[in-house]
């Protein structure tokens, strides 16, 4: 495994990204603003889900906006923060906040999905259990917010 | 007394030295910036959107406003705090910083637009407030918004590697 954070570290983008400041520093101000847009659309659609909001909505009227902006400001965080991790892979995959990111990245999208295939199957009404999901979900997603960048300051 | 000597005043208080010597200080009032960034500005990203009439259309803008106020200004305040908190651990080197300034300015005018669409919109909102596409003054309050904080946001990254 550390052999392969070592040849990431070699590639052309993990240079150019660890030698410019202007490009790390861009990249992360969109990944930023990618996961600014995750955070905000989880936010809607769990309490949506939790049926906090917009009562006169139908589920699908919130959920299926606010679940495709979840997927973009995904893309986004993903897509810029594969260079950044690989400018210094080695380092920050032995990073234990970093680390604990990645978990919460994951529970968080595999819950908020999870809860959205309910949705899905329920049509029109949360059923009760899925309001468990979505206040797990949301959680995991401020949960998130937290680590996001606390990792970079903490070694 | 002079900015400077504010700035100076500032960075030798307690609350200062707390951020710039403790281990966990710096980190953990950057972790709270953060995440009253992404709650504030995420949950607000929908008001605008609303206000563009470009999703949630069949909800009046008041209902898209009022269920989410309370999580962007629980998100507000986090992030207002935490950033005054930043302030006075750097405030020198932050002042002479022109990504900050950009920050500043931007985050000014994003306040003066909304209160001045509060203002201008006031008792005339209950014409358009459960139109699928509000008119294009309101509109463009919606617009400009977004790329004001969206500014803020890029300024605050460019900021954090320029300043130190």
Redesign the interface.
Known sequence: MDSWFVWLETTAVAEATAES?TL???L??IH??G???????A??AN?KRLG???P???VA??LR??NRAVVVGLAISVATGVPLFAAHATAVSANGTFQLKMVLLLAAAVCHFAVGWNDRVQAAVVAPGARTGAAVSLALW?SL??????FI??E | MTPATVFEWLESTALAALIQESL?G???V???H??G???S??????VD?RLLGL??R???VS??YR??AP?FAVGFLLMFASGAVLFTAFATSAYANVFFRIKMLALALAALNAVGFHWLSGKRSAAWDAAPQPPAAVRIAGLTSLVLW?AV??A???M???MF
């Open positions: 400041l790390t520093a861009s992360s101000a930023l603003l996961f600014t847009l995750v955070t905000g659309s936010l809607l309490l906090a909001l917009l006169r909505c139908s009227e919130v906006p606010a401020l917010a937290v680590t996001a960048c606390a300051l903490l | 966990y710096f980190p953990a950057v972790a709270i953060i995440l960034l992404t709650l500005v995420g949950a607000l990203l929908w959107l999703c949630l069949g909800a009046r209902e898209v269920g989410l999580w969206v946001i890029v605050g990254r460019m954090s590697y320029t």
